[in-house]
Nanobody, 115 residues
């Protein structure tokens, strides 16, 4: 059974940084595709960043240059480093992963950026 557990969310002032973690069990991150999504109140869930098995990454235009997705294979943990945070980054952030598709999801962690 696959479990993904996000942590690291919280309240931060605009311009600040947070690092989200996604700890996995039941799945090996080194051979998985990993994604971070977010959903703000009243908005659709959107893909923020994706890390493919080969190591290449893609980011939403709104976070390019500010967010970095990575993984630590030995710890089976994925990360989302978020810098220069803006109030519009406020959302619940979800980790998703799978061998060939993002089929497994965590419960989410709240990120709130104050102006």
């Amino acid at each position: 059974q696959v479990h993904l557990v996000e942590s690291g969310g919280g309240l931060v002032q605009a311009g600040g940084s947070l690092k989200l973690s996604c700890a996995a069990s039941g799945i090996t991150f080194s051979i998985s595709v990993i994604g971070w999504y977010r959903q703000a109140p009243g908005k659709q869930r959107e893909l923020v960043a994706i890390l493919r098995r080969e190591g290449n990454t893609d980011y939403a235009d709104s976070v390019k240059g500010r967010f970095t997705i990575s993984r630590h294979n030995a710890e089976n943990t994925a990360y989302l480093q978020m810098n220069s945070l803006k109030p519009e980054d406020t959302a619940v952030y979800y980790c998703a992963a799978g061998v060939s598709s993002l089929r497994y999801w965590g419960q989410g962690t709240q990120v709130t950026v104050s102006s």
